[in-house]
């Protein structure tokens, strides 16, 4: 079933429309990915009234050069031993769809599709 987890994005989203979270190889959420690809992220700010929901796929990529490249300092806190910690892993965020909701006077989303480079319309 659908459940989330909070997790910490230390990068900004890439300019092909991409997130990266580190975590660790074994945890339960790469065993649920690896079975359903599609996730749902979501960030909020309340105070200023912003809301944020992507929907995207999900991949686990052990690639030691593209987690050297994403490495941030503090993710020290989750990761004492850094990009050499056993089972680090990233995962690859691919987003497909935003909605996003700026103030509490407006209960519909404004949505933004992503659609691959080489599709045809």
Partial sequence: S???RPMS????IDHNGTLWFFTLANSHKVVEIE???QVNVSFSAPNQQRYVSI??????????????E?????LEIWFPQGI???D??????????VDYWESSSSFSPQTISFLPLNSHL
């Fill in 2 to 4: 659908l459940h989330s």
């Fill in 9 to 12: 994005i230390w990068n900004e």
């Fill in 35 to 37: 079975h359903h690809q």
């Fill in 55 to 68: 929907l995207g796929s999900a991949q686990l990529i052990r690639d030691g050069d593209k987690l050297e």
């Fill in 70 to 74: 994403k490495w941030q300092p503090g």
């Fill in 84 to 86: 050499d910690e056993p």
């Fill in 88 to 97: 680090i892993a990233l995962l690859k965020v691919k987003v497909n769809k």
